[in-house]
């Protein structure tokens, strides 16, 4: 009888447990910016605009990704809602205000759509609009030869420099140019007055014309040249880059 008590006491206690455990059951909820669609092109993760956006994405996560169990209800676990998007929104405004600057941001491109998302139990409890943090860029080229000015003796040196591009004969057609600072920055210098497209028995080139003055916008800098051949259906746009470096006392 003693040994049938025992037993009795045991799936009483059990039942116990079981029924309290019923009764403080925990719900998941999980929250934070993550990203709902993501391309890129080569080594874009390089690109310092990219290195921006993650920073600012890094940022927010600290302050308000995170996962926790708990009993909460479902208002209070959307607290930070509002604030989290709030902020979101003015990161992707900081973002394109850097990504409107004028600076080259180099030849990779990418584009990422992040959310700030609230789960219950890993299903969507809310979730904002989302946001695109994008760049495109144009093929890119960068030409073997570079631009040498040296005014350390003359007070002006003016010339044009040939800089082969293809070695075919193509249709070429100049879309623009823009004088950047070694570090992607444009530049106000003003030593580059024309660029021509050219193309003789053989080869493509661009003649790149200057005109320097002693003591005035020594450096070094890059040329971006946006073109498409005239002959490809899709009108493809690249941009050539040639360094160029400007020597003067």
């Not at 920073?55 to 604030?83: G, M, P, R, W």
């Not at 073997?144 to 293809?166: L, Y």
């Not at 490809?232 to 160029?244: E, V």
Request: aromatic share 14%; glycine share 6%.
């Amino acid at each position: 009888m003693k040994k049938i008590f025992v037993i009795a006491a045991a799936l009483l206690t059990f039942f116990a447990t079981g029924c309290s455990t019923k009764e403080s059951a925990k719900i998941v909820y999980q929250q934070g910016v993550y990203y709902t669609e993501y391309s890129g092109e080569g080594n874009f993760q390089t690109n310092e605009l990219y290195i921006y956006m993650s920073s600012l994405i890094k940022s927010l996560n600290v302050k308000y990704e995170k996962q926790y169990i708990s009993e909460i209800n479902d208002e209070a676990a959307l607290a930070d809602f509002t604030a989290a998007v709030s902020e979101l929104n003015q990161a992707f405004k900081d973002y394109q205000e850097m990504a409107a600057s004028g600076k080259d941001f180099g030849e990779f491109g990418f584009s990422l759509t992040f959310k700030f998302i609230v789960t219950k139990e890993a299903t969507i409890l809310k979730e904002s609009e989302p946001f695109t943090f994008e760049y495109s860029a144009n093929t890119r080229i960068t030409t073997a030869k570079s631009v040498n000015i040296n005014t350390e003796v003359a007070e002006s040196v003016s010339g044009i420099v040939p800089i082969q591009i293809s070695d075919l004969k193509i249709s070429t057609i100049i879309t623009g140019y823009k004088l950047y600072n070694a570090d992607g920055t444009p530049s106000n210098a003003d030593f580059i007055k024309k660029v021509e497209a050219t193309s003789v028995e053989g080869f493509t080139a661009f003649n790149v014309s200057f005109s320097a003055k002693q003591g005035v916008d020594a450096g070094k800098y890059y040329l971006l040249v946006t073109f498409y051949d005239e002959d490809d259906p899709d009108k493809s746009l690249f941009d050539c880059r040639i360094d160029i470096e400007h020597k003067t006392k």
